[in-house]
């Protein structure tokens, strides 16, 4: 019986298993085909606005408008926030991203042109499709993996054939447009299933060069060639008759006071979505800075090392480290482990380094994390003036060659083991000690506290403990040796640049350098896998938003058939109809777009005063500094997360109106005018 219990259990449990896989499976197949779609709908209505472009002087200022906020935008992202850089690289950068802009914008913008000239909306919507579906399947397939690109050609080859087949059980003989998509897209595939498939692998590296060509041309073609002439034909129909009767139906009066009602709940859909997005992602850049300066204010940008493992001679190392372009200061170290024992019994791990205490302040924030030494403190040291805030002089306080050599921990460790200025500390090695019948005995070393740090970061705190060179040896029992060399340089962000240049110079092997992206790289991987997993979660607010959207021009249409019908009945082609209804989608999305923009970087910049007043409501400690080491959340606004925020939601604007517009353009005037 208890065997027939756990076999159905586990059979329970691997269904509940594959129930699972399958519907994360679902899900994700959903997200992409609904992403598809939207994006799909948005160039297609991106389409329609290019073609109402007239002339070349509203495309050439929008080309103008845009290769401006591309510069800028990639300026921004060659310098972060917390980088160092002076006015004029930033203005050189800025130039020449500038001048690469406006040439690539000038020629995708006469590329566009040309297209929309010589070719119909539906040839172009499959040419797209089609170079689309090329890059997609060349990069799959150079990957090397023949899984992935089979997966998703047989995909398309699935739902193209099952389109087709309920298009012939429904009697019907023309093919859709998204049939012929489809299938467009299957052909599109296929090369990538074939140089998946192709044994020598000669192929892959052309592969991959023919999908960034074939990808970086289609985006070219679409991000600053359709999207400057659809700005352009958007602003040219300002006077037009479908920007009268949009801008009529979404204020609408008396009867259609609901109409307008659903349109402002779609505003504010997208702008919450917009705003929310922006604070959270602004708060977690703030989170991400604010570990990243404490993680470099601990350690160095990066640091030198020998694959043999300890060296001599590290003089000579320095001063090639010193005089590499890019670094500011360099100071040697070695590690050693033991564990302290306090006062009470208490015993903690900890890591001892051996500094140069003349140097290391120029490498990590150790002298301006130093505790300031009271009264008592002052008088155990015999330090005065400027002297008590000196790492030299904390260390030399004690003598040439004390028997209990100085030493600094952090506050957590001091607060744990009891320790204050002046106290002795008994650090104990495993190994090394003295021989005994049953092995190697401990080695105790006693050292004197001259110094407590308070580093804001909880690890360092608690297990880092720094003495001089000399005393790190004697506890390790090794020579005139070092463990290595940390060097701080201009900008935290070519470190690792910076490293490879001073192994350069040290000729090579066995010399090695590891910056500091390489000390938590877990810790930053899960905030960056946080903020993708939070920005996605946010992002549904707005495609809920969307869906509002393809439901009011839904009822607006239904309310307004007979409007159409008349429209119709006066020669106003089905495109006319189109626009009217694209204008009112994308009036909505830029109104809800710019109205969330402007909220989260105004709610952004006064988040300690939310957090005063919620904390002065509620009576409750929002951020404990004694959990979170500060007080005040931090933030920090990213214009390229902002311009993909708006970005995003101008899609989802613009998809939600291409069905809707389409069945307004559909309406037959007999039809719509028999019930008037």
Not at 255 to 268: E, K, N, P, W
Not at 369 to 388: A, S
Not at 500 to 518: E, F, I, N
Not at 552 to 567: Q, R
Request: hydrophobic share 50%; aromatic share 8%.
């Amino acid at each position: 019986m208890d065997g027939l219990i756990g076999s159905l259990a586990a059979s329970l449990d691997a269904a509940g298993g594959s129930l699972a896989v399958a519907f994360i499976v679902t899900l994700a197949a959903g997200i992409l085909a609904m992403t598809l779609v939207y994006l799909g709908s948005a160039l297609l209505v991106l389409d329609r606005f290019a073609r109402v472009s007239q002339g070349w002087l509203s495309p050439v200022l929008s080309a103008v408008f845009v290769s401006l906020l591309v510069a800028l935008l990639a300026t921004v992202e060659a310098f972060p926030a917390d980088a160092v850089y002076t006015r004029e690289e930033w203005r050189d950068v800025f130039r020449d991203n500038l001048l690469a802009g406006a040439g690539s914008c000038v020629f995708f913008v006469a590329l566009a042109k040309a297209l929309l000239h010589f070719l119909s909306q539906g040839t172009t919507s499959r040419l797209a499709t089609g170079l689309a579906a090329l890059g997609l399947g060349l990069a799959l397939g150079a990957a090397g993996e023949i899984l992935p690109p089979a997966a998703v050609f047989g995909m398309a080859v699935l739902v193209a054939v099952g389109g087709a087949g309920v298009r012939r059980l429904r009697g019907g003989e023309e093919r859709s447009n998204l049939e012929v998509l489809l299938f467009v897209g299957a052909i599109g595939l296929l090369p990538g299933v074939i140089v998946a498939l192709e044994p020598s692998g000669a192929a892959l590296a052309p592969a991959a060069q023919g999908s960034a060509i074939v990808l970086g041309v289609l985006s070219g073609t679409i991000v600053l060639g359709l999207v400057p002439l659809a700005i352009g034909g958007f602003v040219a129909m300002r006077r037009s008759v479908e920007w009268f009767i949009a801008i009529r139906y979404l204020v609408a009066k008396r009867r259609q006071v609901f109409i307008s009602a659903i349109t402002a709940i779609c505003v504010g859909g997208i702008a919450a979505g917009v705003w929310l997005i922006i604070v959270v992602l602004s708060v977690m850049n703030g989170f991400e800075q604010t570990w990243r300066e404490e993680i470099l204010g601990n350690r160095a940008h990066f640091t030198v090392h020998s694959s043999f493992g300890p060296f001599p001679d590290y003089e000579d190392v320095l001063a090639k480290v010193v005089a590499t372009p890019g670094v500011e200061a360099a100071s040697p170290y070695i590690d050693a482990e033991g564990m302290v024992r306090g006062s009470q019994g208490q015993i903690a791990s900890v890591r001892l380094r051996g500094v140069d205490p003349s140097t290391v302040g120029d490498v990590t924030d150790l002298e301006n994390d130093l505790r300031p030494l009271w009264d008592e403190g002052r008088q155990v040291l015999g330090l005065e003036g400027e002297d008590r805030d000196s790492l030299v002089a904390r260390f030399a306080s004690l003598g040439e060659d004390p028997r209990a050599p100085g030493i600094i921990v952090g506050g957590h460790l001091a607060m744990s083991m009891g320790l204050a200025i002046g106290d002795t500390m008994l650090l104990i090695s495993p190994f090394g000690g003295p021989p005994t019948p049953l092995g190697p005995g401990p080695r105790l070393k006693r050292f004197t506290v001259v110094g407590v740090f308070e580093s804001s970061f909880y690890q360092y705190d608690e297990a880092f403990t720094y003495t001089t060179l000399q005393a790190a040896r004697d506890f390790r029992k090794t020579g005139e040796v070092v463990d290595g060399i940390e060097a701080r340089t201009t900008d935290h962000y070519r470190s690792q640049i910076v490293g490879d240049q001073v192994v350069s110079a040290l000729d090579g092997y066995p010399w090695y350098s590891r910056d500091w992206k390489a000390v938590f790289p877990a810790f930053f991987q899960a905030l960056k896998t946080e903020r993708v997993m939070m920005f996605l979660l946010l992002t549904m607010i707005m495609v809920v938003a969307a869906f509002v959207i393809v439901a009011t021009l839904v009822m607006m249409i239904m309310e307004k058939s007979s409007d159409i019908a008349i429209l119709k009945a006066m020669g106003a082609e089905d495109a006319l109809i189109e626009r009217i209804f694209a204008l009112e989608g994308t009036l909505i999305g830029l109104a809800g777009t710019a109205i969330g923009v402007a909220a989260g970087i105004a709610v952004t910049g006064q988040l300690s005063w939310i957090q005063d007043i919620i904390e002065r409501v509620t009576g409750i400690d929002t951020l404990p500094a004694s959990v979170y080491q500060f007080s005040e959340l931090p933030s920090r606004v990213d214009p390229v997360q902002v311009a993909g925020v708006a970005a995003i939601a101008m899609i989802l604007s613009l998809g939600a109106t291409l069905l809707p517009s389409r069945q307004g353009a559909r309406i037959d005037p007999a039809a719509g005018l028999r019930h008037e």
